[in-house]
């Protein structure tokens, strides 16, 4: 995996023209007709469990939720390019990657309603919950990638994170063990320009993959818009990892469309005409032109994009709405691992609180 932080990798540019490059094209060679249906597909159908929460979250039926909007090639392709046995540590805005991973869509939205405390069983899917602590994913994730190295397993373990991260310390520190006990770790940092309010210029002055090098550990920007671009790169950090090669480190140059959460206004400080740049490298967009260019767009996969697109959406919006509330004396479960009198103590005067 070459360091790359010139300028991003791309395989198709934004008007869907296909880009020549011999280093990166030959990852994505076996991609035929069937799988970039797959791949914009996935893509259309993240974007509707998108709006489809975000809506939910607008009518009071979510108490929060982490858009997006925008970042569906940079999900879609990563989680393509990853084993099934591959482990995945995410952030809190990786619906897409749950999707492809086989997550149903019903139980999607269930943290963010507040009636549980996690959305899916990791252990179905290889893929832990949404993480609300900025950046501490990503030692989980290097503790888990060196354990399964000592343990002998040929896996790769994926990290999730925004540019905000970066500036965490957990990052760094992650980035450390890694390079140190060659872990077989994934560092994929999807750079959204903006770390709730602050724009990427401001946390790092070079780009970040940058950062990497200083630990030793191979990096590469890729168009994070361009979803052929980013399962190229990432096939080749996850066989990297797999083969015994130690960690890599992507960086993603994607946008984020909408707000950083639910809870944040985005107009308060970035421009609609900073937005429009954006739109027009639209990923889904660029995706749609490229199968147009090679003869594979016709009305029946359009229709049936739209059909399954609808559908998912409706069972997201269905299984929300039907989910029951919890017993309030499971708010106390899980706190120890075993028995605890303290919380057993709080658990009662909680209850008889309720009662009254």
């Not at 009071?60 to 482990?87: I, M, T």
């Not at 943290?111 to 989980?140: F, K, S, Y």
């Not at 959460?261 to 308060?268: E, G, N």
């Not at 697109?309 to 409706?314: C, F, L, Q, R, T």
């Amino acid at each position: 995996m070459a360091d790359r932080a010139t300028y991003p990798v791309q395989l198709v540019q934004p008007d869907g023209r296909r880009v020549f490059d011999r280093e990166h094209a030959a990852s994505v060679a076996d991609v035929g007709p069937t799988e970039l249906r797959e791949l914009y597909e996935d893509m259309v159908v993240a974007r509707r469990i998108d709006t489809e929460a975000t809506a939910l979250q607008r009518q009071g039926q979510l108490g929060l939720w982490a858009p997006l909007f925008g970042q569906e090639a940079a999900q879609v392709g990563s989680a393509h390019a990853l084993h099934r046995d591959d482990y995945v540590f995410c952030s809190y805005r990786e619906a897409a990657v749950a999707y492809c991973r086989g997550v149903d869509p019903a139980k999607i939205t269930r943290l963010w309603r507040g009636v549980a405390h996690h959305c899916w069983d990791p252990a179905e899917i290889n893929m832990t919950n949404p993480a609300i602590v900025v950046g501490a994913q990503g030692l989980h994730a290097t503790g888990y990638a060196y354990a399964a190295h000592l343990e002998g397993a040929e896996i790769a373990v994926v990290a999730y994170f925004g540019d905000g991260a970066t500036s965490q310390g957990d990052i760094a520190e992650a980035l450390g063990f890694a390079a140190s006990w060659s872990a077989p770790v994934v560092f994929f940092c999807q750079n959204n320009q903006w770390a709730i309010s602050e724009p990427v210029r401001v946390q790092s002055p070079t780009p970040i993959v940058r950062r990497a090098y200083g630990y030793g550990i191979p990096g590469v920007q890729v168009d994070g818009n361009d979803v052929l671009g980013v399962l190229a790169v990432t096939r080749q950090a996850i066989a990297r990892a797999r083969s015994g090669g130690g960690p890599s480190f992507i960086e993603a140059i994607t946008y984020r469309m909408g707000p950083h959460t639910t809870a944040d206004d985005p107009t308060r400080y970035r421009t609609a005409a900073e937005t429009e740049v954006w739109q027009r490298r639209d990923p889904i967009d660029r995706m749609r032109r490229l199968l147009e260019r090679q003869g594979l767009w016709d009305n029946a996969f359009e229709q049936r994009v739209k059909d399954r697109s609808d559908e998912v959406g409706a069972r997201v919006r269905t299984a929300t709405l039907e989910l029951p509330d919890p017993d309030p004396s499971e708010l106390f479960d899980h706190v120890y691992a075993a028995p605890h009198p303290l919380i057993d103590e709080q658990r009662a005067a909680y209850l008889e609180g309720v009662r009254s």
